[in-house]
């Protein structure tokens, strides 16, 4: 026998390395799209069976039935269909099915949780959170409430709870929108980039982050910190509101026009709204009583536009301006 030639060896390698490119670029797309997926928000799943959409489509609607029954002649309506067998149903999709009992509407106890599936959350799911709000007499129980409350969907997604960081008798209290990545991760708003930056400008005018209030109007990271829905906004609002009525700090600042607008109404943009002071009125038990409200640019906002910086100084010295005048009073 000859000798095998070295070249023909290296031909046949060339097949099997060109495949393990191949597939490392697939693997890599592959990861690339589960990337993707969970950046758009798709991290979870909400049904626990799929859904044949096929045969979905091919089920007879009720409302056509009944319309061409009406149209046929009396003596065909009694008739089996003529239709070519190729095109019949299989024998099991042919058989009539019986109506589906028809089902309570969720109770507001209950939320827009059923079995742990989301569900459209309606009025009544509102009320339900201005009631469960009014009831906490503390902080602690707030966040109690806030953990058994059911109401809100995102709370099937988000991995915690994030209600608040600070001492309940803050002199000032700091309001986002709604927690991201890092803060849904730990369980405390604003210590991703954005909270490092409010660490910093709070530094900056003699504050130290352990003497402040922060929280979010939205307690529950939305997928893909995604912008948190009218609706969902308007379930946690009471939730908020009554935090703000358990501390009753001296001075309220909105970070970002998002939550500025939740809870004041004013629908004027940030960089109208930013630096100019507003007057927050709390609920019934508070007797009439307001509070000095700012808005300001949020961090995040400041970290993709550095320019505006100036601006959100001017805003935090007027705050600490407030914060001195409310001491000396």
Known sequence: MEPADPTDQRLDERPSAAQGEGERKVSSALEALLDFYISAGADGWL??????????????RPAAQAQAARAAPAGMQSAPSAAPAARQMPPQSQQPRSAPPMQAPPSPAQGAMAGGA????????????????????????????????????????????VFADGPADAKVMFVGEAPGREEDARGLPFVGRSGQLLDQ??????????????????????????TPSPQETEICKPFVLRQIELVRPKVLVFLGGASAKALTG??????????????????????????RAMATLHPAYLLR???????????????????DEASGS
């Open 47 to 60: 049904e626990l069976d799929p859904a044949d959409a096929f045969a979905l489509s091919e089920a007879p």
């Open 118 to 161: 989301a569900v459209v959350p309606g009025d009544e799911v509102v009320v339900a959170a201005r009631e469960a709000a009014r009831t906490a007499a503390t902080l602690d129980e707030l966040r109690e409430v806030l953990t058994r409350f059911d109401g809100c969907n995102l709370k099937l997604t988000a991995k915690s709870l």
């Open 201 to 226: 400008m709070l530094e900056a005018i003699g504050l130290a982050r352990g003497e402040v209030y922060i929280t979010n109007v939205v307690p529950w990271r939305p997928p893909g910190n995604r």
């Open 266 to 291: 004013v629908q004027d943009g940030i960089l109208r709204l930013r630096g100019r002071w507003l007057e927050l009125p709390l609920g019934p038990a508070a007797q009439g009583t307001t509070i």
């Open 305 to 323: 536009s550095p320019v505006q910086k100036r601006y959100a100084w001017r805003d935090f010295l007027s705050i600490k301006a407030a914060l």
